[in-house]
């Protein structure tokens, strides 16, 4: 006996929302797969050709159909963890202060001019703002503090980081200078130290500038 049902037109069946259309190779255009949207994109159409990405401020949802806002999770000041934090940060921040107010106090003994006394106390002051620096990172987010957080500790512990190489630098200097006849003596002045401090700084701004 001879079907009467109506053969379909097409070898694949529709693709749902969430879902795009994909040819197969060496196969007829009515014949076609059907493939999830990648991650944060997604279609509200039945056999799209194509997925749409989201908004910044939006996600897909789990069937990728369509848009959702963007959960916002950030560490509060009122949250335990975060006032634990904000404690620490400035707890410890209070350390390097309480020895910058012992080298000020000792400045004319040759134990704090023997350790370069400038050079010490702007690495004892921007140890203190590494520590500070974190408390930009606890709050609500916003898009001008969210800016200035990596930026603004960047440049502080490159600050750091470029006292202590200058610090290092110049004891080397000044052991390979006491051998006899050594060029090195003309580079034992300060402004050795305040030229390499210069330039790492110059170039970590460039570096969050770009």
């Known amino acids: ?37 990648p991650n944060g994109e997604m279609t509200n159409e039945t056999d799209s050709l194509q997925c749409t990405k989201c908004p910044w401020n ?32 400035i707890s410890s921040s209070l350390i390097p202060m309480v020895i910058l107010g012992l080298f000020l106090h000792h400045r004319t003994t040759p134990i704090v001019r023997a350790n370069n006394y400038s050079l010490s106390c702007l690495l004892l002051l921007s140890l203190s703002l590494c520590f500070l620096c974190s408390l930009v990172f606890i709050g609500y987010p916003q898009s001008t503090k969210c800016l200035l957080r990596q930026v603004t500790f960047d440049i502080v512990f490159a600050l750091s980081v470029s006292c202590i190489l200058a610090k290092t630098v110049m004891v080397v200097i000044a052991f390979k200078a006491t051998k006899p006849g050594s060029q090195l003596r003309k580079w034992t002045g300060p402004h050795v130290s305040y030229l390499i401090v210069i330039s790492c700084m110059l170039i970590q701004t460039f570096l969050c500038i770009m």
Do not use: Y
Request: aromatic share 6%.
């Open 58 to 89: 939006m996600w897909p949802n789990c069937k990728q159909d369509r848009c959702v806002p963007k959960t916002q999770e950030f560490l509060s000041n009122e949250h335990p963890l975060g006032i634990t934090l904000t404690a620490t940060s």
């Open 1 to 37: 006996m001879a079907s009467t049902k109506v053969p379909s037109s097409v070898c694949s069946p529709s693709c749902p929302p969430g879902f795009r259309k994909a040819a197969r190779r060496g196969e007829p255009s009515c014949c076609f797969q059907c493939i999830t949207c």
